[in-house]
C-alpha cells in the first residue's frame, strides 16, 4: 500500500503544478481525518490501533478520495466524506478485508449526492484562470469560503471538459466547435490531462512493481475506448473521440487505482475483466446519456455489488478432478 502512495505522488506533484497548492491542504486534512476516525472506530471495536493505522489503507482511502474531489471546496467537505468513508464503507464491515464496497467511492458518492453545487466547483487550471489564487489566497479560500477582494468565483472556477462538453451539447453545439474553448487542452482539458498522464505513469509504476495485474487496466481503458470509438465513428459531431475519453475526467484515477483494490474487486482472472468492463460501460452511459459529468464513483460501486456473483461464475478450472 505505501506503493501505491509512492504512485500517486507524480500525479499530486502535477496538480500542485496546475492548480496550485490546495490540493495539499484537502490531501493532509483527509489524511488526519482518515488516522484518527480509524483510530476511533478501532478503539470503539477493541482492537489494537497501531497495526491497522500502520497499513496505509485509510491513508489511500483519503487520498483517493481528496483527489477525486474539487480542491478548493470547503474544508469540512472532505472531513465528512472521510470521515463517512471510513465509518459507514469500511470499519462497520469490520475494517480492512471486509468492506464490500470502494470506500473512497463511497464518500464521494454521497458528497456529490449531498453536496452538488459544491462539488461541481473545480478550479481553473492556472494558465488559464482569469485571476489565479495563490496558495496563500486558496488556503483562505478553503477555511473561511471566502475570495480576495473584487474576486469573483466565476473568476477562479471552471467547468470540468466532461461537464462542459455535455451542456454545450445538449445546447446544439458540435464537438469541434466545443472543443475549441480554452478549457481543452489536446488530449483533454487543459491541465487535467496531464495529470491523467502522471495517473498513467503511477500505474505502470505499480504493474512493473506486480502490484497490480494487467488484466484490470486494460479491461477498463479497453472497453472505454471499443464504446467511444463506436460512438465517435457513428457521428463525429456529437460524440467525443476515445482518446478524450481516456484523459478526461478519473478514467486513468479508476483504472489504476480505484478498481484495482484488491478488497472490493474480483479475485479470478477472468472475473477481473468482466468487473472492469463492466465499470467502463457504465462510465461510458453516464457520461453520454446520465445526469452527471463522469460516472466512475457509481459504476464502481453497482460492480461491486456484481462481484460475489462474477467470481462465483469466473471460477478457474480445478485440475485432477473429474468434471
Not at 119 to 124: E, F, L
Not at 185 to 190: A, E, F, I, P
Not at 197 to 206: D, E, P
Not at 248 to 255: K, P, R, V
Given at each position: 500500500?505505501?506503493?501505491?502512495?509512492?504512485a500517486l505522488?507524480p500525479?499530486?506533484?502535477v496538480?500542485v503544478?496546475?492548480?496550485g497548492?490546495?490540493?495539499?491542504?484537502?490531501?493532509?486534512?483527509?489524511?488526519?481525518?482518515?488516522?484518527?476516525?480509524e483510530a476511533?472506530?478501532l478503539?470503539?471495536?477493541a482492537?489494537?490501533?497501531?497495526?491497522?493505522?500502520?497499513d496505509?489503507?485509510?491513508?489511500?482511502?483519503?487520498?483517493?478520495?481528496a483527489?477525486?474531489?474539487?480542491?478548493l471546496?470547503?474544508w469540512?467537505?472532505?472531513?465528512?466524506?472521510?470521515?463517512f468513508?471510513i465509518?459507514f464503507?469500511?470499519?462497520?464491515?469490520?475494517?480492512?478485508?471486509?468492506n464490500p464496497?470502494?470506500?473512497?467511492?463511497?464518500?464521494y458518492?454521497?458528497?456529490l449526492?449531498?453536496?452538488?453545487v459544491l462539488?461541481?466547483?473545480?478550479?481553473?487550471a492556472?494558465q488559464?484562470?482569469?485571476?489565479p489564487l495563490?496558495?496563500?489566497e486558496?488556503?483562505?479560500?478553503?477555511?473561511?469560503?471566502?475570495l480576495?477582494?473584487?474576486?469573483?468565483m466565476d473568476a477562479?472556477?471552471?467547468?470540468?471538459p466532461?461537464?462542459?462538453?455535455?451542456?454545450?451539447?445538449?445546447l446544439?453545439q458540435?464537438?469541434s466547435?466545443?472543443?475549441?474553448?480554452?478549457?481543452f487542452?489536446?488530449?483533454?482539458?487543459?491541465g487535467?490531462?496531464?495529470?491523467a498522464?502522471?495517473?498513467?505513469?503511477?500505474?505502470?509504476?505499480?504493474w512493473?512493481?506486480?502490484?497490480?495485474?494487467?488484466?484490470?487496466?486494460?479491461?477498463?481503458?479497453g472497453v472505454l475506448?471499443?464504446?467511444s470509438?463506436?460512438?465517435?465513428?457513428?457521428?463525429?459531431?456529437?460524440?467525443?473521440?476515445?482518446?478524450?475519453h481516456l484523459f478526461?475526467?478519473?478514467?486513468?484515477?479508476?483504472?489504476f487505482?480505484?478498481i484495482?483494490?484488491p478488497?472490493?474487486?474480483?479475485?479470478?482472472p477472468?472475473?477481473?475483466?468482466?468487473?472492469?468492463g463492466?465499470?467502463?460501460?457504465?462510465?461510458?452511459?453516464?457520461?453520454v446519456y446520465?445526469?452527471?459529468p463522469?460516472g466512475?464513483a457509481?459504476?464502481?460501486?453497482?460492480?461491486n455489488?456484481?462481484?460475489p456473483?462474477?467470481d462465483a461464475?469466473?471460477?478457474?478450472r480445478?485440475?485432477?478432478?473429474?468434471?
Open positions: 500500500m505505501l506503493k501505491v502512495l509512492v505522488i500525479a499530486i506533484g496538480y503544478w496546475m492548480y497548492g490546495g490540493i495539499l491542504v484537502t490531501l493532509t486534512l483527509a489524511t488526519l481525518t482518515a488516522l484518527l476516525t476511533a472506530m478503539k470503539l471495536r482492537r489494537p490501533i497501531r497495526p491497522f493505522l500502520s496505509y489503507s485509510a491513508v489511500i482511502t483519503a487520498w483517493l478520495l483527489l477525486a474531489i474539487p480542491p471546496t470547503p469540512w467537505l472532505i472531513v465528512v466524506g472521510t470521515a468513508a465509518v464503507a469500511k470499519q462497520l464491515y469490520g475494517g480492512l478485508g471486509y464496497f470502494n470506500p473512497a467511492m463511497i464518500g458518492a454521497v458528497l449526492i449531498s453536496f452538488p462539488m461541481t466547483k473545480w478550479p481553473a492556472l488559464i484562470a482569469q485571476t495563490s496558495f496563500g486558496q488556503l483562505h479560500f478553503i477555511f473561511s469560503g471566502q480576495p477582494q473584487n474576486v469573483l477562479v472556477t471552471s467547468a470540468t466532461l461537464d462542459y462538453l455535455k451542456t454545450q451539447l445538449k446544439g458540435e464537438i466547435h466545443i472543443q475549441s474553448a480554452p478549457l487542452g489536446v488530449l483533454g482539458g487543459k487535467s490531462e496531464y495529470i498522464i502522471a495517473y498513467l505513469l503511477g500505474g505502470l509504476y505499480l512493473q512493481q506486480k502490484i497490480i495485474s494487467w488484466h484490470l487496466p486494460t479491461a477498463f481503458l475506448a471499443l464504446m470509438a463506436t460512438f465517435w465513428l457513428s457521428d463525429p459531431a456529437q460524440f467525443a473521440s476515445p482518446v478524450f478526461s475526467g478519473a478514467s486513468m484515477l479508476c483504472a487505482f480505484i484495482t483494490d478488497v472490493s474487486g474480483p479475485t479470478t477472468c472475473g477481473k475483466l468482466y468487473f472492469a463492466g465499470v467502463a460501460i457504465i462510465t461510458y452511459l453516464i457520461r446520465g445526469g452527471y463522469d466512475v457509481f459504476a464502481v460501486i453497482f460492480m455489488i456484481c462481484v456473483l462474477i461464475y469466473t471460477q478457474p480445478v485440475f485432477g478432478h473429474e468434471k
